[in-house]
């Protein structure tokens, strides 16, 4: 009887040519499933603009669906801010200017690496050296902390273990982005005009015991919003492991490239963007040629930081359009520092991040524990406005700069480095920055970030909860695939032609469900 009454709901849906309410075309609203069925019934034409993670994903998923892809990249390189640098270094060994953890909370990128068939190797654990308000020490778990700490009792007790009090014991206050539960009822009234920072403070947390949670998370901690950082506070609390890509972690864009083959076209930077309700034409300039490519839908994975300057016509929404203009972009500088020893090891230091301390080089992550060879691969990672000092010295200044920062906790640092390479990410002309925060004030942003204008679907980092994880790019390289594929153009599609196909895509796609043929 369920069947014949599913059969009858079929057929209706099958002739509902006008059936709008079953698609909401015109709400903002998309089919953001997870269904990557045997592929489209009817393959689009799409240009996807940007080859980082996100726009990789998006043709990827699009491609295997029988869609007609290409990806318009700016850059020489795949990638974006996966960048896995060799040059220069010895022992095979390289380092990373870009993303270097994979947490193993983050399914989607871990599904990526088993599907295109990487390894992975394990960030190990270990005792990290602090300096901090000039006091360096080695800390082990259950060591007491300097005089100098003015900490509370049960802080100088738990250590960064408060974790589970100041942040664990609010998640419920949040709602959990894996669940649907985010954001939760009076989250954003309660706490979205409140610096990360101080949210903590109002739990209880001591200055002393900020400082020392900045050295591990970063000085980041001092500009984002609290709502943004809770967010994959709870969406990752279970988080344990930590996993880089042997031989680098560039080896997940190389590998959807490789997919894609020539359907990518490098060096093409797009200038303008042209779209109504039947097309999309999206001018680019290569190698100071000017050209032009028309589609049915774009993905647009370009950082708003970048796409506010690119020429749209007609406008975005109002809305979208201040949300392209007002996104934060954090700045970061990564520098990779190859030692000629694992010097460090001698004092009993070890795991991922070596050294937090409250200098401008911030922090000491030692990469050269998943690497091969008898050489150190050190990076060095500032973030925020330490980030922007190292930016601000001359690019014949900036090693000696950072030395000398490093060397009031490492001393005779300088002597031991036998080649470097650095990258702001402040000055990149294709992103102007490292990753997404968004700010006190800015939760109005949320519901707008991912957003389609029409036929211009958005994917990257900046449109997820996983802000600044390549697990934020895949996500939203996949919902913009599933957005296409379910054939909802939000507030484009209005042909009754086009309509039909897409209730005949739906129907068929219940049909399946239920095991009979329309």
């Known amino acids: 009887m369920q069947k014949e009454l599913d059969r009858r709901l079929f057929l209706k849906l099958l002739s509902a040519a006008g059936a709008t309410a079953l698609i909401r075309c015109d709400s903002g609203e998309s089919d953001n499933g997870s269904d990557t069925g045997g592929g489209s019934e009817t393959p689009h034409k799409i240009v996807v603009l940007g080859a980082g993670m996100a726009g990789l994903t998006a043709a990827y998923e699009l491609m295997k669906r029988g869609h007609e892809v290409v990806v318009l990249e700016a850059q020489s390189r795949v990638g974006g801010r996966i960048w896995t640098w060799r040059d220069?270094?010895?022992?095979?060994?390289?380092?990373?200017?870009?993303?270097?953890r994979i947490p193993d909370v983050h399914d989607q990128t871990l599904a990526y690496v088993e599907e295109l068939g990487l390894e992975l190797d394990e960030f190990g654990s270990g005792d990290p050296l602090y300096y901090l308000k000039g006091e360096r020490f080695v800390h082990k778990d259950g060591d007491g902390w300097p005089a100098a700490f003015n900490f509370s009792t049960i802080e100088a007790e738990k250590g960064l273990g408060m974790w589970e009090d100041y942040i664990a014991a609010n998640f419920d206050l949040f709602g959990n982005p894996r669940d649907g539960s985010f954001p939760a009822e009076g989250m954003m009234e309660a706490f979205d005009n409140k610096i990360y920072r101080d949210f903590l403070k109002d739990r209880g947390a001591s200055d002393d015991w900020l400082l020392l949670y900045g050295s591990d998370q970063g000085s980041e901690i001092n500009k984002i919003g609290t709502i943004a950082w809770m967010a994959l506070e709870v969406a990752d609390q279970d988080w344990d492991k930590t996993y880089h890509i042997r031989g680098g972690n560039d080896g997940l864009p190389l590998g959807l490239a490789e997919k894609l083959g020539d359907r990518i076209m490098l060096e093409h930077v797009v200038v303008g963007i042209d779209h109504d309700d039947s097309k999309v034409t999206v001018h680019y300039e290569n190698n100071g040629k000017a050209g032009s490519m028309t589609a049915e839908h774009v993905v647009c994975a370009i950082p708003y930081s970048i796409l506010r300057d690119i020429d749209i016509k007609p406008a975005f929404a109002a809305d979208k359009t201040k949300c392209i203009n007002e996104l934060y972009m954090m700045p970061a500088s990564r520098i990779a520092l190859q030692t000629d020893t694992k010097f460090w090891q001698s004092e009993g230091i070890g795991g991922l991040k070596i050294a937090k301390t409250d200098t401008a080089a911030e922090r000491l992550w030692d990469l050269s524990d998943v690497l091969d060879g008898t050489h150190g691969m050190v990076l060095a990672y500032m973030q925020y406005e330490n980030a922007l000092a190292f930016a601000a010295q001359s690019k014949d200044n900036r090693m000696a700069y950072l030395t000398g920062e490093i060397e009031k906790f490492f001393p005779?640092?300088?002597?031991?480095?036998?080649?470097?390479?650095?990258?702001?990410?402040?000055?990149?002309?294709?992103?102007?920055?490292?990753?997404?925060?968004?700010l006190p004030g800015q939760g109005w942003m949320y519901p707008l970030l991912a957003r389609a204008e029409?036929?211009?679907?958005?994917?990257?980092e900046h449109t997820s909860i996983w802000a600044g994880w390549i697990q934020g790019a895949i996500e939203s390289g996949k919902r913009a695939a599933n957005e296409i594929d379910s054939g909802v153009a939000t507030g484009a599609v209005t042909s009754q032609s086009t309509l039909k196909r897409i209730i005949r895509r739906r129907a068929i796609r219940l049909a399946r469900r239920f095991r009979f043929r329309p």
């Open 88 to 100: 220069g270094f010895k022992d095979g060994q390289y380092g990373e200017m870009g993303a270097v």
């Open 412 to 438: 005779d640092f300088g002597s031991k480095v036998v080649h470097s390479a650095a990258h702001a990410w402040s000055e990149d002309p294709w992103v102007k920055g490292a990753w997404t925060d968004i």
């Open 454 to 460: 029409g036929r211009i679907h958005f994917a990257g």
